[in-house]
């Protein structure tokens, strides 16, 4: 393989690897919330997002493998990681919606952001599907908390 592949292949690699961390992290902090709230609705929709996330991580691991990576890739949570969610123990409904939602928004842009570092085309259009879906995680918890939409003009 010329070099050049070799290199694009070590920084899409990376981007993947980075995707993925991030989504299981994400996922442990959407199952550490359905323990705040009582709310049905809202445990239904972590619940839901939470499974879209492993789905994502799954989708990226694939990815990842295709792009020479391991077949498989595992993250340990750490206490670090989830530091800011022991701040919503003691907040309410509305406080952990607004978390969530800025966790989406705040994935959304990272994978924006990758799409733009990477030349592969078929690895820039998917961490853009990727961002979108997660614009559409923060809409549908924005919705589920009486939230207005956001402007993304």
């Known amino acids: 393989m ?13 981007v993947l690897e980075t ?3 991030a989504e ?10 359905l323990g705040l709230t009582d709310d049905q609705e809202l445990c239904k929709l972590l619940t839901l ?3 879209q996330e492993e789905k994502h991580r799954d989708l990226l691991a694939r990815k990842h493998h295709v792009y ?9 949570v750490k206490a670090s990681d989830l530091a800011s969610v022991d ?7 509305e406080a952990l919606i607004l978390y969530c939602v800025n966790l989406e928004t705040r ?4 994978y924006k952001a990758a799409a733009d570092k990477v ?19 923060a809409d549908r918890l924005r919705e589920a908390g009486g939230l207005p939409a956001e402007d993304r003009q």
């Open 2 to 14: 010329p070099e050049g592949n070799v290199l694009m292949y070590e920084q899409i690699r990376e």
């Open 19 to 21: 995707g993925m961390t």
């Open 24 to 33: 299981i992290i994400d996922r442990e902090i959407y199952n550490l919330a």
């Open 49 to 51: 997002l939470a499974a």
């Open 68 to 76: 020479g990576g391991a077949a498989s890739f595992s993250y340990d």
């Open 87 to 93: 701040d919503l123990v003691s907040r309410d409904l």
């Open 107 to 110: 994935r959304a842009r990272q």
């Open 119 to 137: 030349s592969d085309t078929v690895v820039r259009q998917f961490l853009l599907f990727l961002s979108d879906e997660e614009l559409k995680h």
